[in-house]
């Protein structure tokens, strides 16, 4: 069953959304503040696929609950809701771990396209890592070693903790070592063709994933930036 943790305070909004995630077949877990969400997580021992946010919530943030479901697992997938004005908090979302946002007012099929898209990478991503918890097919290059069945990453044999769509971007860069990717084509190898976003997730989980690969986050050696375009891979 397609489980998914709901936290938003605005009653009637949450009413919408639960009315459709269960026309589309999920099993719906609600809370109406921040706490409650964590609460519920807890009880439920962390048993989601995907947590949906909204940022502004009493008692704790989405921000705050985001950090925390990231702390507790990384193969969660986490959508944050966020006013149009609230643009710093759409990155501090995608920083701190979410994997992608939603801005209010969304169409029903916009959230459910963003849902079912985060819920299908999370169970893919999940049936290969069950398949087989030993080494099994590796990308190398470098001091890096990407290994495509545990969905796990090693610097120096040092492992990395990685979201799984910065195992995918990962993926994605190291087996086009040397090659210029553009924004675009990250988006639509990570996120999907039909994916409702912009290019700025990209931008940010770049941001995110080089504070955890790089020795030096602000001169990257690795991730480094292919200006007007997008970004290259150098092992």
Known sequence: MKRILIAEDEASIR???VINLKRGGYDVVEAENGREAIEKYDEA???FDVALLD??????DGLE?????????STIGIIMLTAKSQEMDKVTGLLVGADDYVIKPFSPSEL????DAIYRRVTVNKDLADKSKSPGDCVVSGEFVLNLRSRTL???SVPIELTQVEFQIM???MSNS???????EILKRVWGDAYYGDEKVVDVNIRRLRMKIEDDPSNPAHLTTVWGYGYKWTP
């Open 15 to 17: 009413d919408f959304i």
């Open 45 to 47: 021992n962390g048993d």
């Open 55 to 60: 940022i502004m919530m009493p008692e704790l």
């Open 65 to 73: 609950v985001c950090k925390y479901l990231r702390r507790k697992s």
């Open 112 to 115: 459910m396209a963003r849902i």
């Open 154 to 156: 090693h610097k120096n």
């Open 171 to 173: 993926e994605y860069f």
């Open 178 to 184: 040397g090659v210029s990717l553009s924004r675009l």
